[in-house]
């Protein structure tokens, strides 16, 4: 069982910046896909960024350019830098771990972007 932890949310000016984390409880080598997901009032869950064991990534297209996914396998940890913020992006904020045959999500993080 992984459990994760993801830290980092918080309140923000349009413009500004967060990191977010995301702290697994064991090796991150057996993960297949890192993710990255959000959920706004009203909206439906959806797919923010993804990096896999491979190192390939992916992007929404709301966020291209602005956010960047990252891990740390020493630290068992994938981030989410996010700049440029837009009161849009405000949302909870998901980690998702997807293995062979289990998937992990953490509790959330707000986000909060002010306009």
């Known amino acids: 069982q992984v459990q994760l932890v993801e830290s980092g949310g918080g309140l923000v000016q349009a413009g500004g910046s967060l990191r977010l984390s995301c702290a697994a409880s064991?090796?991150?080598?057996?993960?297949?896909?890192m993710d990255w997901y959000r959920q706004a009032p009203g909206k439906q869950r959806e797919l923010v960024a993804r990096?896999?064991?491979?190192?390939?990534?992916k992007y929404a297209d709301s966020v291209k350019g602005r956010f960047t996914i990252s891990r740390d396998n020493a630290k068992n940890t994938w981030y989410l830098q996010m700049n440029s913020l837009k009161p849009e992006d405000t949302a909870v904020y998901y980690c998702y771990a997807g293995a062979t045959f289990d998937d992990y999500w953490g509790q959330g993080t707000q986000v909060t972007v002010s306009s």
């Open positions: 990096i896999t064991s491979g190192g390939m990534t």
């Open positions: 064991t090796s991150i080598f057996s993960i297949n896909v």
